[in-house]
């Protein structure tokens, strides 16, 4: 098959490669109805992370199962399955607390920008839908795999509830749909952090109150003074960068909650700093597993719409445009069809 | 009168000091009845910490209200009283999340190693007991104006709950008490990290289960043996150092919740870590405002002992001794009687 192999910064290539084959009796193979490029994706093309050897990449995935290892008893062939980046074996203890995506046995699912996908424990990693979706469900049953369920666990992380104030650091994709968690959790206000009029579009759809296009400094002393001085309640930084989560440690209330869902790139939080902002602090790789059911069903009712942070869509053969895009910001977020 | 005042490492001084006065309508002066000394002391006192000028000492006192300002309206002369280490309006909107110790107007209390004491917004600040206590209660009562409070924000924060293995780093007052607090809110197992058997005898006393005496990776690889590689649900750091934290972070499990309560010293978290650890992090100084009314009403009715943590009791003149056998550890904690 034709698949998406990363050589090195810049350097994305669509090239022959094995299909892949049931290696595990808990592996499924799936044919891939749709992948994406992953903001995550772009750390490594821009060489800012380290990956070894030629990586085959796409981690967020939705397609039909091929073929199912002889141990697999919950998924069959022909459903129409989603999964998260990490495999995970939804029985651990990590996994019975809701954290999949720290599973005792987690594996990083790689090689989704492709027709075909392994999976690794398919009966704990996969959900099938009720039935074959429509084409115009795909975008967002895509989206679940990975931003919508980072974007929901910011959201939870954060603590956001009926009535509170929460603020939206990052506009890339699962900051837009951390907004559109927020408002479903209830939240009374949410400030959309963006200085790009398409995505600040975007935020208000999916429900931002208000937009603030300032960020560092200047950013927090806006949210203070929006908040009457006090702080708002709940703050999720959806980027992962130093500027960002000094910005949300500093925007939040004393008793108030931070979330971070992006992989933090060289940040450093000065303990002083943290015991006197009094924040809660949780974050880490979103246990979308946990939220699969849910957001999956949100879906299904189209009572959300997450695949509107798709804005570019194109052929997989296509892939390298798309992550030029999306470095240059082109794009809010690239789907790829095999 | 003569009080305590700091000149620079190693050098605290009694001496001869104007009594304070009424300075605002809504100050209380008290008459000490007990002060002790705390870890967080120990910082200026080791010249680790700045303080500028000479620095009148003390944060943790119960007295008698020897007089109040015009607009004092709950706080009468002549009640028994206890205060934390920061007064606070307690109706700004911090003081009515439960975060006193973030009070937007908050003052710290300092120089109450000394016979009478200045206590800003005193009807905010002070809790009366029910009536004047016996001389039994005295060390207990002083307790909660500080290291009782702080052990309970520190079982507070980390979500100690009925059932829960709790983890307490740091053996001081504070880590002492927290083991208490973790008892208290029903931990199931109580694993208290120290290696002074002195101190591991009043933990055991306190409700520890366990005893860890390792440190560092080690300490950590003991804690991930004993919960079956899970880690812990809930980790106590009661120290503030680099180690301290890195441990209290390492030992959680996913989902898990860590709280920080000492003032943490150049203490850097590196993001990624937190990030993986997918820890719940909260700490701060305590607001032990919020939990005042609650802990005097369990040391009056004698339901908790914290006093205990009391292992050397000196009369006010003999400061000096006390800041030295709290910096040898040859004390826990030290009482100070003016």
Redesign the interface.
């Known amino acids: 098959m034709y698949a998406t192999v990363l050589y090195g910064a810049g350097d994305v290539r669509f090239e022959d490669v094995p299909d892949p084959i049931i290696q595990q009796p808990t592996d499924a193979i799936i044919r891939v109805t749709a992948a994406c490029v992953c903001g995550s994706d772009l750390w490594p093309w821009r060489g800012i992370q380290d990956y070894g050897q030629p990586m085959p990449m796409g981690h967020e995935y939705c397609g039909v199962v091929e073929e199912v290892g002889s141990a697999v008893t919950s998924i069959r062939p022909g459903q129409f399955v989603i999964g998260s980046f990490f495999a995970s074996d939804n029985t651990c203890?990590?996994c019975r607390?809701?954290?999949q995506?720290?599973c005792?046995n987690r594996e990083f699912v790689g090689g989704a920008q492709a027709p075909l996908l392994r999976v690794p424990m398919a009966d704990g990693t996969l959900v099938a839908t009720p039935e074959t979706p429509g084409a115009d469900l795909i975008p967002s049953l895509l989206a679940v795999s990975d931003v919508m369920g980072t974007g929901w666990f910011a959201a939870d992380a954060a603590q956001v509830r009926p009535g509170v104030t929460a603020v939206v650091v990052g506009d890339g994709a699962v900051g837009l749909l951390a907004v559109l968690s927020a408002r479903l959790m209830g939240a009374e206000r949410i400030i959309a952090m963006s200085r790009h009029p398409a995505r600040q579009a975007i935020a208000r759809q999916f429900g931002a109150t208000d937009i603030v296009d300032a960020r560092g400094e200047e950013g927090v002393a806006i949210i203070r003074d929006m908040t009457?001085?006090?702080g708002a309640d709940s703050v999720l930084e959806c980027v992962?960068t130093?500027q960002s989560?000094d910005q949300a440690i500093k925007a939040v209330?004393?008793?108030g909650y931070t979330s971070?869902v992006g992989?933090?790139?060289?940040?450093?939080?000065?303990?002083?700093e943290?015991?006197?902002?009094?924040?809660?602090?949780?974050?880490?790789?979103a246990p979308v597993r946990r939220y699969l059911p849910d957001l999956i069903g949100k879906v299904w009712d189209k009572a959300i719409n997450p695949g509107l942070v798709f804005d570019l869509d194109l052929p997989l053969s296509q892939v390298a445009d798309a992550y030029r895009a999306m470095d240059e910001r082109r794009a809010i977020k690239a789907i790829l069809r095999p």
Not at 263 to 272: A, D, I, K, M, T
Not at 274 to 285: R, S, T
């Open positions: 203890p990590h607390s809701g954290y995506s720290s005792q009457k001085g006090i992962g130093q989560m209330r004393p008793g971070f992989v933090p790139h060289g940040v450093q939080l000065r303990g002083e943290l015991f006197f902002a009094h924040a809660h602090l949780h974050g880490g790789p």
